[in-house]
C-alpha cells in the first residue's frame, strides 16, 4: 500500500452513480490484497478480497479490478449509495508472510450525494 | 460469521493509570491478533502481532514495556496501555485472523482512549 500521509484523498460521487477508488500498491511480491470500509468512529468492515492468481473478482455491488503489472488495485463500487460513505482502505500481504501482516494504504474519502 | 469484539469502546482515563482493552473474537479462533493504532484522518498504524501463548512482535518504535500484549487463548488478546500520558491518547482497533492459510483480518469495533 501507500505510505501512510496526513491528506486523506477525496471521491465524491452523486447517488446512483458508479464510484472507482484506487490503490497503488508497492511490494510486486504480495500475494493477497483486500479492501476495507471503515465510518467514522468504527473499525474497518471487510469488503472484498482477492489472491494475486486472479485478476478480477466480484461481490455484492462490488468489483475489484487487480493490475499486476502496474501495481495497482481498484474498487469499484455499483449504483453507490449514502450509506456507501465511509473511508476505504486497501491492503497486501507479501508472498509467504507467516504472520499475515497487512499493509494499508492511507485510504480514500468516499462521500454520496443525494 | 467472523465478528471480533472489543470492550471498552471508549474509556477516560488520568494520566499515570493503566488502561486494559480486550479483543476477543466470537465466532472462530484466531491464532493471530493484531493492535494498530489510527489517528484522526490517518490509517491504520500496525503496533504488534501476537499469536495465541507466544510473545507479541512489536513495530519499531513501539514501546512493548508500554503496551503490553497477551494473547492468552485462541479467542482473546488483550491491550494494556501502562503508565498512559495524554500522548497516549488514540483509536486503538484490534483485529483477528484465523490459523491455517487464512488471510483476512476482521476487525473489532476499535477503543477510543482519552488520557487526562
Known amino acids: 500500500g501507500e505510505s501512510v500521509g496526513l491528506h486523506l484523498p477525496t471521491l465524491s460521487v452523486q447517488e446512483g452513480d458508479n464510484s472507482i477508488i484506487n490503490c497503488a500498491y508497492s511490494n510486486s511480491a504480495s500475494d493477497y490484497f483486500i479492501w476495507y470500509k471503515q465510518e467514522s468512529g468504527k473499525g474497518p468492515q471487510f469488503i472484498i478480497d482477492?489472491?494475486?492468481?486472479?485478476d478480477k473478482r466480484q461481490g455484492q455491488r462490488v468489483t475489484v479490478l487487480l493490475n499486476k503489472t502496474v501495481k495497482h488495485l481498484s474498487l469499484q463500487i455499483a449504483a453507490t449509495q449514502p450509506g456507501d460513505s465511509a473511508v476505504y482502505f486497501c491492503?497486501?500481504?507479501?508472498?509467504?508472510?507467516?504472520?499475515?501482516?497487512?499493509?494499508f494504504g492511507r485510504g480514500t474519502q468516499l462521500t454520496v450525494w443525494p | 460469521g467472523a465478528v471480533v469484539s472489543q470492550h471498552p469502546s471508549r474509556v477516560i482515563c488520568k494520566s499515570g493509570t493503566s488502561v486494559k482493552i480486550e479483543c476477543r473474537s466470537l465466532?472462530?479462533?484466531?491464532?493471530?491478533m493484531f493492535w494498530y493504532r489510527q489517528f484522526p484522518k490517518q490509517s491504520l498504524m500496525l503496533m504488534a502481532t501476537s499469536n495465541e501463548g507466544s510473545k507479541a512482535t512489536y513495530e519499531q518504535g513501539v514501546e512493548k514495556d508500554k503496551f503490553l500484549i497477551n494473547h492468552a487463548s485462541l479467542t482473546l488478546s488483550t491491550l494494556t496501555v501502562t503508565s498512559a500520558h495524554p500522548e497516549d491518547s488514540s483509536f486503538y482497533i484490534c483485529s483477528a485472523k484465523a490459523g491455517g492459510r487464512a488471510d483476512t483480518q476482521y476487525f473489532g469495533p476499535g477503543t477510543r482512549l482519552t488520557v487526562l
Open positions: 491492503a497486501e500481504k507479501g508472498w509467504g508472510s507467516t504472520l499475515g501482516r497487512l499493509y
Open positions: 465466532d472462530f479462533q484466531a491464532t493471530t
Open positions: 482477492i489472491r494475486s492468481n486472479m
